[in-house]
C-alpha cells in the first residue's frame, strides 16, 4: 500500500516540479503554437490567486500567482482586487505565451453554494476569459492525484479541508477554521511579532526548527481534525495539499498524530490549481 501511495504521486510530481520550474518567470515549459487549445485554471485563494495553462494533454505550459487578500474563508470580499489581479497574470501569460487566452475553470471549497460560484465566475469573466465551468476545490485536486477512494485534506491560508471520496465520488467533506494564518498567529504571539514577520518566518529555511518547534501543536490539530471527520479511520491514501504544510518534518507529524501514514506531493500549493486547469475543455 505505501509503495503503491508512493507510485501514485510520482507522476503528480513530475508535473508539480515542472509547474515549479515555470511559476512566475519569463519562459513557458515550450512555445505555443498558434490555434492550439489551452486549458486555463485559476484558484482564488485566501493568501494567493494563482493561475495555470495545461495544454490538451494536461501537460503543464506555463503559471504566475500573486499574493492577495480578495478572498476570505473561501469567499470572495474583494471583488475589484481579484479581477484585477487576475487580469494582470492573463496578461502576462499572454505576453510570454504569444497567444490570448480565451477560456478557464474556476472553483469553490465545497459547499459554499450557488452565490460563491457564481461570484468566482463572474471574476474570471470580468478578467476577459470565458468561465466554462467552477468545480469544487477538493474534487479538482482529487483529479490531478488521480485519487479516485481517499482522502485529500487541503491545509490552505485559514483552514483545513477534509474531502473523502470513493470511486470518484465526494461522499463527505469538512472544513475547520485551523490553517495557515493560524501557525503565523502562534509563532507572532510567541516572539512578539507583528503578522507579517512571523510570515517571513515561517518561510525562512534558517529559521524552520524553532518555527516548527512552536507550530507543531497546530499540526497536531489539523491531524485531529482529520481523524474527527474520519471517525479515526480515514479512507486511505490520505492526500495533503495547500501551501501550510510546507515544513520538512509536516508530514511525519501529521501522519503520527493522525495514526494513519499521510503523503505529500512536491509544492503542494499547486495541486488545487493544476486540478483546476484540467476541467478546461468543451467535452
Ligand atoms: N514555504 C512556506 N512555508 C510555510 N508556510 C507557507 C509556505 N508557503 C506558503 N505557506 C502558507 O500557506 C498558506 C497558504 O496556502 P495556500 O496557497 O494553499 O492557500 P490559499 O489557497 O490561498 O488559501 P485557502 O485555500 O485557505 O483559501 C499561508 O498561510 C502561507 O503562510
Ligand atoms: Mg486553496
Not at 470580468?126 to 491545509?155: H, M, N, W, Y
Not at 501543536?217 to 489539523?222: A, C, D
Request: glycine residues 10%; aromatic residues 6%; negative net charge.
Amino acid at each position: 500500500m505505501v509503495q503503491r501511495n508512493r507510485n501514485l504521486l510520482t507522476q503528480a510530481n513530475q508535473q508539480l516540479q515542472q509547474f515549479a520550474q515555470v511559476v512566475n518567470g519569463d519562459k513557458a515549459v515550450r512555445p505555443v503554437r498558434k490555434g492550439e487549445s489551452l486549458r486555463v485554471g485559476v484558484d482564488l485563494g485566501t493568501s494567493s490567486i494563482v493561475m495555470v495553462v495545461l495544454d490538451q494533454d494536461d501537460q503543464v505550459i506555463y503559471g504566475n500567482f500573486e499574493y492577495d487578500h480578495a478572498v476570505r474563508d473561501g469567499l470572495v470580499v474583494n471583488f475589484m482586487d481579484s479581477v484585477r489581479i487576475l487580469s494582470r497574470l492573463k496578461e502576462q501569460t499572454e505576453s510570454i505565451l504569444g497567444v490570448p487566452l480565451t477560456t478557464a475553470c474556476g472553483a469553490i471549497p465545497p459547499g459554499t453554494g450557488a452565490g460563491s460560484a457564481k461570484i468566482v465566475a463572474n471574476v474570471i469573466e470580468s478578467a476577459g476569459f470565458i468561465c466554462r465551468k467552477v468545480v469544487d476545490e477538493p474534487t479538482a485536486a482529487a483529479q490531478f492525484l488521480r485519487v479516485k477512494s481517499g482522502t485529500v485534506v487541503d491545509i490552505g491560508g485559514g483552514t483545513t479541508g477534509v474531502s473523502v471520496f470513493k470511486n470518484k465520488k465526494l461522499i463527505q467533506v469538512s472544513d475547520e477554521a485551523t490553517g495557515g494564518f493560524h501557525m503565523s498567529l502562534v509563532v507572532a504571539g510567541h516572539n512578539g511579532w507583528d503578522m507579517d514577520t512571523a510570515e517571513q518566518a515561517k518561510r525562512d529555511p534558517a529559521k524552520e526548527d524553532d518555527v516548527f518547534a512552536l507550530i507543531r501543536p497546530v499540526v497536531e490539530k489539523m491531524a485531529t481534525i482529520t481523524s474527527d471527520v474520519t471517525a479515526g479511520s480515514p479512507q486511505e491514501p490520505v492526500i495533503v495539499v495547500g501551501g501550510a504544510i510546507n515544513f520538512k518534518d509536516f508530514i511525519d507529524t501529521f501522519s503520527k498524530a493522525l495514526g494513519t501514514p499521510a503523503y505529500k506531493p512536491d509544492f503542494p500549493q499547486f495541486v488545487t490549481p493544476i486540478g483546476i486547469a484540467m476541467y478546461d475543455h468543451d467535452t
